[in-house]
T-cell receptor, first 115, second 115 residues
Framework: DAMVIQNPRYQVTQFGKPVTLSCSQTLNHNVMYWYQQKSSQAPKLLFHYYDKDFNNEADTPDNFQSRRPNTSFCFLDIRSPGLGDAAMYLC??????????????FGPGTRLTVL | AQKITQTQPGMFVQEKEAVTLDCTYDTSDPSYGLFWYKQPSSGEMIFLIYQGSYDQQNATEGRYSLNFQKARKSANLVISASQLGDSAMYFCAMRFTGGGNKLTFGTGTQLKVEL
């Protein structure tokens, strides 16, 4: 089945130690997104790629970076994780579309713990 | 600015009963799409149903239907014949054509289905 895969599902890191979260997709979608979701809150978009074009949200901290080496893979790098970065990180994909219908397909998420 | 409001932080419903989850939105864009996602405790966001701003009929998908009242700017989700497996967080989200590929999420409603 076509899907969005995130690895690992659970990640524990130490305060200040760089960490990379991985997302891959078999849907061949143009657009890939990274969301941060803290407990009992709505997902917050960090950035997204439209093909190779990177689109950062204005309030995304510089501590968060992303790479998309090819259509299938996208990585989220947290350069110096702080305690406040502990959250669920969701990857999503969609087709690029000029219409309002643009379902996003989500991966299972990576739950990040910062010690 | 686009805004989605979900005023019910938590809802309870008895098994086999119907339940309505409220969602109101604000946008000046005439073309937009409204989505409902379900998020179980495992974390994955599951797409449930979509309604386009120009759709003449309310969307339905199995036990899910959308009560779309455009003049009131509301898009309430109706779940019929609730099941224990429906217990989850439910998010309303909106995409408007002028916003690129981004979704704006509401704060969510936690639904608990009881025996």
């Amino acid at each position: 089945d076509a899907m969005v895969i995130q690895n690992p599902r659970y990640q524990v890191t130490q305060f200040g130690k760089p960490v990379t979260l991985s997302c891959s997709q078999t849907l061949n979608h143009n657009v890939m997104y990274w969301y941060q979701q803290k407990s009992s809150q709505a997902p917050k978009l960090l950035f997204h790629y439209y093909d190779k074009d990177f689109n950062n949200e204005a309030d995304t901290p510089d501590n968060f970076q992303s790479r998309r080496p090819n259509t299938s893979f996208c990585f989220l790098d947290i350069r110096s994780p702080g305690l406040g970065d502990a959250a669920m990180y969701l990857c999503a994909t969609s087709r690029a579309s000029g219409s309002s219908y643009n379902e996003q397909f989500f991966g299972p998420g990576t739950r990040l713990t910062v010690l | 600015a686009q805004k989605i409001t979900q005023t019910q932080p938590g809802m309870f419903v008895q098994e086999k009963e119907a339940v309505t989850l409220d969602c109101t939105y604000d946008t000046s864009d005439p073309s937009y799409g409204l989505f409902w996602y379900k998020q179980p405790s495992s974390g994955e966001m599951i797409f449930l149903i979509y309604q386009g701003s120009y759709d003449q009929q309310n969307a339905t998908e199995g036990r899910y239907s959308l009560n779309f009242q455009k003049a009131r700017k509301s898009a309430n989700l109706v779940i019929s014949a609730s099941q224990l497996g429906d217990s989850a967080m439910y998010f309303c989200a909106m995409r408007f054509t002028g916003g690129g590929n981004k979704l704006t999420f509401g704060t969510g409603t936690q639904l608990k289905v009881e025996l």
